[in-house]
């Protein structure tokens, strides 16, 4: 699951959707650094992929870089008062910290 929902996050990104512009606007981004951080959201995606395929400490690294990612989207969000999207980086980290737990499990 949080492989699928991070790599469709970062193809939405990618293709410039009109709710990532807008919550890129809300937050206060600007948009020259939504080609970044797209790719760092769907390297993270691949790195998890390539963790259940059998490279484990890709797919810790992954974990880690996606709930550190998370908590900066988090943290971005609270700071710029943005709360109309504030359940998406809630939903996301939730997803990257089980997914590690996951990980860490295995």
């Known amino acids: 699951m949080t492989i699928v929902v991070n790599a469709a996050a970062a193809l939405f990104s990618f293709v410039g959707a009109k709710f990532i512009s807008d919550t890129f606007d809300e937050v206060k981004i600007a948009p020259k650094w939504l080609p970044l951080l797209a790719t760092l959201q769907a390297s993270g995606a691949v790195g998890l992929l390539l963790g259940f395929l059998g490279v484990p400490l ?6 880690i870089g996606l709930v550190l990612f998370f908590i900066g989207a988090l943290f971005t969000h609270l700071r710029a008062r ?25």
């Open 58 to 63: 890709i797919g810790v690294a992954a974990a």
């Open 82 to 106: 943005a709360y109309r999207s504030l359940p998406s980086p809630i939903l996301f980290l939730a997803l990257a910290v089980g997914t590690l737990i996951l990980m860490l499990l295995r």
